[in-house]
């Protein structure tokens, strides 16, 4: 079967959505990599060290994949993928405001 593609976490054998092809993961290990990335954003940034300007833009671009694949009623998400990026969705709004509220340094931005 063409455009099929398995999971390239090892151990994994759940399919990859045409949308995550280019992650090579499929929706849980995905899910699992950007709340992993969340976290640790916030935790450098409520310990007030620099925060990579390019990690704060690629985790705001997942709200944008998050919006499209709630929004996408045959994407082949599940009732819990689209709790979990619902979820996503608030934890990324909530690093967003706390970005612009306190003292962040975005590093590699003038």
Known sequence: MEGVARC??????KL???ALLGEGV???HYL????LQ???AMETCQQGRPFESGTFDWLLSQGE???A???NKNSGATSLHRTRLLEMLLCLS???EYVRHHSVVLAGRE
Not at 32 to 35: G, L, M, Q, W
């Open 16 to 18: 990859v959505f045409p």
């Open 38 to 40: 969340i976290g640790m």
């Open 32 to 35: 699992e990599r950007v709340f």
């Open 8 to 13: 390239r976490t090892e151990g994994c054998i």
């Open 65 to 67: 994949f998050a919006a």
């Open 69 to 71: 694949t709630l929004a």
């Open 94 to 96: 909530n690093l967003n």
């Open 26 to 28: 499929c929706m849980d």
